[in-house]
C-alpha cells in the first residue's frame, strides 16, 4: 500500500528545457512535502519542501506546486542542467497534532537525465 | 562535523552474523531517524529518536532490529542474525526540534549491507 507514487520510474530532457516530475500521494494527514535529489553512493540532499497551507514554493531553478483536492504534487526544474541528473524522491510527512515522529515516506523516486 | 556521518560506508557480513551501524547526526539536532532502501525501492522508515523520549519504533521490520541513542547523539543500529533480505542501504538523517519549518531531515551518505 504505497502511500506516495512517482509513477515515472524515468525521465529525459534536453539541456535548457523544463523538467516536470510529479508525485501523488493518498494519505489526506499529508501536511509537508519534500523533494531530495540523490546521486548514486550518496544519500539524499534537500531540495524544496511545501506546506500544505501553500499551493507553490519556489527556489532558484525549483518550482514545487501543490494540488491539495488532486493530492498531486510536482517540481519543476527550469532550465535543467546536466548537472540535475540524479534520481528525484518525493517525501511526505503527517505533523498535525497527535502526529508522532515527522517520519517521512518516500516515493520510489524518479530518475532524470537531462541531456546536453 | 558540517553533516550527518555514517559508518562504515559499506558491509559484507554473513547470513546469521550480527552487524552494527553507527550514526552521527548533525551537531545540536535533536531528531534522529534510521531508515533503509532496498533496491529498486523508495525509503523506508525504521526508528525515530526525540530527544529523551522513547523512541518510536514503529517502522522496525523485526525484533532482530534495534537502536539506541547515547547521550542525546550518536545512534547505533544492530541487526541481529543477519538475512539476505537485510541487504540494503542504510541511511540516518537528522533535524531540529519539531518546530514548523525547521523540521527538514538532512541524510548521511548510508551504509551499504550485504548479507551473503
Known amino acids: 500500500d504505497q502511500q506516495v507514487k512517482q509513477n515515472s520510474p524515468s525521465l529525459s530532457v534536453q539541456e535548457g528545457r523544463i523538467s516536470i516530475l510529479n508525485c501523488d500521494y493518498t494519505?489526506?494527514?499529508?501536511?509537508?512535502f519534500l523533494w531530495y535529489k540523490k546521486y548514486p553512493a550518496e544519500g539524499p540532499t534537500f531540495l524544496i519542501s511545501?506546506?500544505?497551507?501553500?499551493d507553490k514554493n519556489e527556489d532558484g531553478r525549483f518550482t514545487v506546486f501543490l494540488n491539495k483536492s488532486a493530492k498531486h504534487l510536482s517540481l519543476h526544474i527550469v532550465p535543467s542542467q546536466p548537472g540535475d541528473s540524479a534520481v528525484y524522491f518525493c517525501?511526505?510527512?503527517?505533523?498535525?497534532?497527535?502526529?508522532?515522529?515527522?517520519?517521512?515516506?518516500f516515493g520510489k523516486g524518479t530518475k532524470l537525465s537531462v541531456i546536453p | 562535523g558540517a553533516g550527518v556521518s555514517q559508518s562504515p560506508s559499506n558491509k559484507v557480513t554473513e547470513k546469521g552474523k550480527d552487524v552494527e551501524l553507527r550514526c552521527d547526526p548533525i551537531s545540536g539536532h535533536t531528531a534522529l531517524y534510521w531508515y533503509r532502501q532496498s533496491l529498486g525501492q523508495g525509503l523506508e522508515f525504521l526508528i525515530y529518536f526525540q530527544g529523551n523520549s522513547a523512541p518510536d519504533k514503529s517502522g522496525l521490520p523485526s525484533d532482530r532490529f534495534s537502536a539506541e541513542r547515547t547521550g542525546g547523539s550518536v545512534s547505533t543500529l544492530t541487526i541481529q542474525r543477519t538475512q539476505q533480505e537485510d541487504s540494503a542501504v542504510y541511511l540516518c538523517a537528522s533535524s531540529s526540534v519539531r518546530i514548523a519549518g525547521t523540521e527538514t531531515q538532512y541524510f548521511g551518505p548510508g551504509t551499504r549491507l550485504l548479507v551473503l
Open positions: 517525501a511526505a510527512s503527517a505533523r498535525g497534532p497527535g502526529a508522532g515522529s515527522y517520519q517521512l515516506t
Open positions: 494519505n489526506s494527514m499529508f501536511d509537508y
Open positions: 511545501i506546506s500544505s497551507i501553500k
